[in-house]
């Protein structure tokens, strides 16, 4: 166990530093820093002075070693189009972007997990033929079309929801967040339906062939042939070994969920990470860049890491195979 | 039969876009801007006309052409990337196996939109502006085609460590063939046929992954659209009423990419001889 877990937390930190590589090459390559501070007008000398100052006369692995330590404590200097810290901009972000990630994620297990049973438990029935007619659409349409066309019928035709932003947020310390407002709900729905019915799709989908291989085992038919209802048989018995890889699969889809939030976010004009990220991308902003890609590859590399320590836990197969 | 027949002519319509097209899009003389958006079945307009006054049916298949051309060619890139990265990790184990499906691994926990995103975000700082506007769409196939080696890697890994035992490749080895002759002449043609069917499904992801990135403004430059750059321009005047710029393209990206995935899938189940 205690190795299975220090080889995964090693791979880990091995996955952060090569991101790290990658955001602090991409300083590298935008302009000398010191050419920008001093003008014109900077002699030589002068210029040297300063990057001796600032270090930057100093092997590229020395530098590269105060960037990681830097962003270890999620320090990225300061943004070249909105002269703030990054770590600030990024941390006013946040919120939007979570909130956001949270609510498709619900929505997406709540709806996806009770559609993949009912069209698994009754598959000749019209509204299962209707659900996975409509899954396949969920999987082909890409995310930003799924958003134009909800903005399209419930703003634009209908009216009854906002198209953009997050509506009234209330501040709770440093977290500013939109589920406390009438128009912050609002404003929530159509963006979290964008972002969650591709991982809806996904999850119904999973639940439903789960579920039709596990009614063909024989720990099933057993249970019939003791004479348990079929609620019983289908929920308590069926349900739970379903419910393992599909525990697993929506964990590593939080992950996706959050990135692909970027494209609802602009969509949406939501004001989180990812519309950050695109404009700073548009701007070649790249300390914001560079932030990005660390915590979204924090992110990632994280729930990985809780996703294989989880299935080591739940499935005990594993764990009798390393002893 | 439905599927090869709709791709079919998606991509006839593509090809042959400007015979089909009533005017060139790319045309400056075809901006007029008191032509702007007329209505979808306007004399002329069948789709109606966009904000510069171009026809929306020539934009359409002007774009899918760019679409249909950069899906190809980033499959292209991905499937040369991956299918070498795969025969040498196949074929030469040890170390250097280790390594390309680590990196494999590790890409593989990222979505494939994140990793075109970030390629793309990457090059457009790192080069100077005078150059991005003639290679942006280089650029852009470069990184969908990075992002999508993986499955191939995996794919022809897999197949060439079962072709490697096999006899005609030690009778090879036997006969003093160098191993990269042995990789190319004899195990890839052996292990190209489930690389087919992977890369018709992914020409579709790879042209989502593209209206994607044009959609968001990192992809194809607005000077010669793409079927996601002309939804972006359509998006914005989704709130004034002139909702078929916007619609039209969306619908026919989603065609497209509909009729190639399901010809990936017929494809893919008359190549296997189980099914038959």
């Avoid at chain 1, 404590?73 to 189009?81: N, P, Q, T, V, Y």
């Avoid at chain 2, 959609?215 to 004034?240: A, M, Q, Y």
Wanted: aromatic share 10%; proline share 5%.
């Amino acid at each position: 166990m205690l190795a299975f877990l220090l080889r995964r937390v090693g791979q880990a930190i091995l996955v952060m530093l090569t991101v790290g590589l990658i955001a602090f090459s991409l300083f590298r390559f935008v302009g000398d820093p010191v050419v920008y501070m001093g003008g014109q007008d900077a002699t030589e000398a002068q210029r040297e002075l300063w990057r001796r100052e600032l270090g930057l006369d100093r092997p590229f692995f020395v530098q590269y070693w105060s960037f990681v330590k830097n962003a270890a404590h999620g320090e990225f200097g300061l943004s070249l189009r909105q002269v703030q810290p990054v770590s600030r901009l990024i941390a006013d972000r946040l919120p939007a972007t979570l909130e956001l990630s949270f609510v498709a994620a619900l929505l997406a297990v709540l709806a996806g997990i009770p559609m993949g049973i009912y069209t698994a438990l009754r598959p000749r029935s019209w509204l299962s033929h209707a659900l996975l007619a409509g899954s396949l659409a969920g999987v082909s349409l890409p995310t930003f079309l799924i958003g134009i066309l909800l903005i399209l019928v419930f703003s634009v035709t209908l009216g009854w929801l906002p198209s953009f932003g997050r509506g009234d947020v209330v501040q709770l310390g440093g977290w500013s967040t939109g589920f406390l407002t009438a128009s912050g709900l609002k404003s929530l729905i159509l963006p979290a339906i964008t972002l969650g019915l591709f991982q809806m799709t996904l999850i119904q989908r999973l639940v439903r062939s789960e579920m039709l291989e596990v009614l063909r085992t024989d720990y099933i038919r057993f249970a019939r042939a003791r004479g348990l209802t079929d609620r019983a048989v289908h929920f308590r018995h069926a349900l739970k070994n379903t419910l393992v890889p599909v525990i697993t699969i929506t964990g590593l889809q939080l992950g996706a969920i959050i990135a692909f939030a970027i494209i609802t976010e602009t969509v949406f004009q939501w004001p989180g990470m990812g519309l950050l990220f695109i404009q700073s991308v548009n701007f070649a902003d790249v300390p914001v860049m560079a932030a990005y890609l660390c915590l979204v590859a924090a992110f990632f590399v994280l729930i990985n890491l809780v996703v294989d320590l989880l299935y080591y836990a739940v499935d005990p197969r594993l764990r009798i195979e390393t002893q | 039969m439905v599927a090869a027949t709709l791709t079919l002519l998606c991509i006839a319509g593509a090809l042959f876009a400007p015979w089909i097209a009533p005017q060139n899009p790319f045309d400056p003389a075809s901006l007029n801007l008191n032509e702007a958006f007329h209505r979808p079945g306007s004399p002329g307009y069948p789709l109606g006309s966009d904000d510069q006054g171009r026809d929306l049916f020539s934009t359409i298949l002007y774009g899918a052409r760019i679409s249909l051309g950069v899906g190809l060619a980033s499959v292209l890139f991905a499937l040369l990337l991956g299918v070498s990265l795969g025969l040498v990790s196949g074929y030469a184990g040890g170390r250097i196996d280790a390594f390309i499906m680590r990196v494999a691994d590790v890409q593989l926990s990222f979505p494939a939109i994140l990793i075109a995103l970030l390629v793309d975000g990457v090059a457009r700082v790192s080069l100077p502006g005078v150059v991005q506007g003639s290679i942006a769409i280089p650029v852009l196939i470069l990184s969908i085609g990075v992002s999508g080696w993986v499955q191939y890697a995996r794919t022809v890994r897999g197949l060439t460590l079962v072709e490697r035992e096999k006899e005609y490749v030690q009778a090879a080895r036997v006969i003093g063939r160098r191993p990269l002759a042995i990789m190319v002449a004899h195990v890839l043609p052996n292990v190209l046929g489930p690389v087919l069917v992977i890369a018709t499904i992914h020409i579709a992801t790879a042209i989502i992954t593209e209206a994607t990135l044009s959609f968001l403004g990192v992809g194809v430059p607005p000077t010669e659209p793409s079927l996601g750059t002309l939804i972006r321009v359509g998006n914005d005047f989704l709130f004034s009423g002139e909702w078929w710029i916007a619609l039209f393209p969306g619908c026919a990206l989603v065609i497209l990419v509909l009729s190639i995935n399901l010809l990936g899938d017929w494809l893919r189940d008359a190549l296997n001889p189980k099914l038959r």
